[in-house]
């Protein structure tokens, strides 16, 4: 058994102890956290790359994104080719009311249409403005951060080494040309230095 207001000494022990350090506390919203790279703030559109799959819509658990689109006949290209159709998006929202931040619509999106923001200011008042439709979210996107650089040790990705031996093929042939022309140009027979078509050649004995 132990001694009586054993416990009680310890825990005024404990905060004797924390008394004497440093507080950690720090004084927001005058102080701005620090936030990790990858802070899970609010979602970010950028609607030129949406085309309107609904993965996103589709593969929530919330069933907090709602998205409306209609259909636009498309002229073909070249003369002679057919007509498209393809998907016009007419709304893009976001029910942050609802959302629980999982990322599952971001990881499913393969067209890198939805990004992550650590921004995280957005209360609001009214839980109807907690509905961020598509000008809102695209806003969202100047808040969305750089991505990271690359391991210098890791492999480059596929899509870059193609790119870049397609470049290096390009400018090797762009090289191969301008080095034939000037040869051709060298080859040319042209006019002595210092000599003009139709002048007499004068020399120092030349009578006056």
């Known amino acids: 058994m132990g001694i009586p207001g054993s416990g009680l000494a310890k825990g005024l022990a404990v905060t004797l102890r924390t008394m004497t350090r440093k507080s950690h506390t720090a004084q927001y919203p005058d102080a701005q956290p620090e936030l990790p790279p990858r802070t899970r703030g609010v979602i970010g559109l950028f609607e030129e790359n949406c085309t309107v799959c609904m993965l996103c819509a589709r593969e929530c658990p919330d069933w907090c994104i709602y998205i409306d689109s209609h259909k636009e006949t498309v002229p073909p290209a070249a003369p002679g080719g057919r007509e498209r159709s ?9 029910d942050f009311a609802l959302c629980m931040y999982c990322g599952i619509c971001i990881e499913v999106c393969p067209f890198d249409a939805l990004f992550w923001s650590p921004e995280f200011e957005y209360a609001e008042t009214d839980i109807r403005e907690l509905t961020h439709e598509r000008d809102k979210l695209r806003d969202w996107m100047w808040t969305v951060p750089a991505p990271p650089a690359l391991d210098p040790a890791a492999e480059e990705p ?29 080859d040319t027979p042209g006019d002595t230095p210092g000599d003009t078509p139709g002048d007499t050649p004068r020399g120092n004995g030349a009578a006056s």
Not at 86 to 94: P, T, Y
């Open 86 to 94: 393809r998907n016009v998006l007419d709304r893009f929202a976001i």
């Open 158 to 186: 596929k899509e870059i080494a193609a790119a870049r031996k397609a470049a290096d093929k390009l400018a090797a042939a762009e090289a191969a040309a301008a080095a034939e022309a000037a040869g051709a140009d060298n």
